[in-house]
């Protein structure tokens, strides 16, 4: 019961806060006073601790969201399924627990004394899940056990620890089960109170054994000795029994193109369309080769008798042949043959020229030409 009382007493002046979860916590002004420190007890471990406590105006140490930007190691990326251990004498000068920005915020503050024997914190946890997906929270070497939390929406407030963590620097966050992003407020810290036992003198001379006393009360705890090696990792413990399938998450971002698949067989021939619109007349084509000649045809009917073309020129008087041998005799008078030979020309001739030509043809005969075959 004890025990109890002491941890409730220690929250209460460490913070002042009201645990929550669907909403950021209200919390109450915050004063450092310098050496104004509470006297407290801290058995929650079984070893009874009698500390002093000092307030501070509470400042971030480790924010995991994207948004605070904080510089590594003390900002993201979200945890998954993984511890970390965060050092507080190890900040630099942009985290807001660095001594220069804790002045800026409260003129009172003042450079952390070391060494500590632990510290007061504020652990959040902000579930990065798309969906109902569960988890648990966990501060190592703290007043609190491990929290588990639910799912209030994506990036959404969805638990916290108030815890007293034992430790002379060092705080060591777990989350397992939900992807999630974590807060760690320092509040205070812990020292050790001079005024219950002071540092070991030198040692003395070895007295003489005296007489044996009486049995007096347990004195006081002595300070908390050096933090041991690790222990082994204990067997793993019995698988719990599987949970309800979640909801269907959403749909995933469309896959790259995969590979053209094989030609698949040639289908058979559809039935033939119907007979599409006459398309326009094409471009006249180039000249054929001339065929081969056809067979002569039939001869026509003879056409008719052209008109008479226009007599030519005369042309030139040829050579006198050898004279003939002489003709016969006339049956008449060579006068009467004469004349009968000139009427003729009168009646075959069509006009003076041709007259006068047949005329000069019987008066002055040409020469007859005789041909002779060679031999």
Known sequence: MNRILTAIFLLLCSTGLVAQVSSEPAVRPTLEITGLKVKTQIDFDGVVRRLLYQEIVP????????AANLEAPYGGPLFVNETRTYSVSGVGKTNPCAIENRSAADGDARAFPQPWAGLSVLVKVYNAETGPVAGALSVATASATPTWFGWNGSGALAGQQDAIVLTNDRISVAVTGAKADVTVELLGYFVDDPAISGPPGPQGEKGDTGAAGATGSQGPAGPQGPQGVKGDTGAAGVAGATGPQGPEGPAGSQG???DTGATGATGAIGPQGPEGPQGPQGVKGDTGATGATGPQGPQGEKGD???????????????QGPAGPPGPAPAVGPDCTLLEQIKSCVEASNGFGPFRDCVLALICPPP???IVKER
């Open 305 to 319: 008798t052209g008109a008479t073309g226009a007599t030519g020129p005369q042309g030139p008087q040829g050579i």
């Open 368 to 370: 007859q030409v005789r």
């Open 256 to 258: 790259v193109k995969g």
């Open 59 to 66: 400042c971030r140490l480790v924010d995991t969201r994207a």
